[in-house]
């Protein structure tokens, strides 16, 4: 772990500590053009803030790539536990200790956790970590309304911290670069998708219905596992490694 120099502007301090600590993305996103969105979805004390930090771990390709035999239990899994379960702890850990330094500066921040649903009629978190990626500019939401990166596709897991400290904005929302190709849209066992590309001012369920998603594990053995979506996207399958 490195040590933190008080000299450091803040944003230095947070970065490093957080790349050190073993994120692969790290950026800071400016909030308050989506401010409506985000209260609508998870209430005026989560809307109040102006900067998020978004956070990622990318997904070890050795198990995505196992996900054509789901239904082996010992891939599922091992998808479930590693590719999901540590991986989220992973996040929730750094999310806390990164919290805990902008509090001692003098900041408030609230860590939201990586996979916790807050809506369960609509499925969802307090807020979107896919949305806080996007503002950041590390990728783009593609048709599977996964967050898509350039480099690694969907096989990154995202957490956010939501502050009030002045950190610079570090990128933008990408374009999106899905253009014709319909592969997650193709491959969902339960057509969940309906392939219409993302667009701020559309609803989610324009595009996903995620109630068909739950009933299609649900319906499965307790270890069941899709991943599909996450798996087939071209911008993962070639740019590994």
Not at 14 to 27: H, S, V
Not at 38 to 55: C, D, K, L, M, N
Request: charge should be negative; aromatic fraction near 8%.
């Amino acid at each position: 772990m490195i040590e933190t120099n008080s000299t450091l502007p803040l944003d230095n301090k947070i970065r490093e500590k957080a790349l050190d600590e073993g994120a692969d993305f790290y950026g800071v996103a400016d909030l308050t053009e989506a401010r409506d969105f985000i209260q609508e979805q998870g209430g005026e004390e989560v809307a109040s803030y102006p900067r998020a930090i978004s956070i990622g771990i990318r997904i070890m390709d050795s198990i995505v790539d196992q996900l054509p035999h789901r239904h082996e239990k010992g891939v599922a899994v091992n998808y479930h536990h590693h590719g999901y379960n540590i991986i989220n702890r992973r996040l929730d850990l750094l999310a806390s200790s990164l919290s805990s330094l902008i509090q001692s500066e003098g900041y408030s921040a609230l860590p939201l956790p990586a996979s916790e649903r807050y809506d369960d009629e609509r499925i969802c978190a307090v807020m979107s970590h896919k949305l806080a990626a996007h503002l950041a500019g590390h990728g783009w939401i593609g048709k599977s309304c996964l967050l898509i990166t350039p480099k690694f596709g969907p096989r990154v897991r995202w957490i956010t911290i939501l502050t009030d400290a002045p950190l610079e904005i570090t990128g933008s929302p990408r374009d999106e670069h899905c253009g014709e190709c319909t592969d997650c849209v193709d491959i969902c066992p339960v057509s969940a998708f309906t392939g219409v590309p993302f667009s701020e001012e559309d609803p989610r369920e324009v595009r996903y219905d995620a109630a068909k998603c739950e009933q299609y594990l649900n319906s499965g053995e307790e270890w069941s596992v899709c991943g599909m979506c996450v798996y087939i996207c071209p911008h993962g399958l070639r740019k590994k490694g």
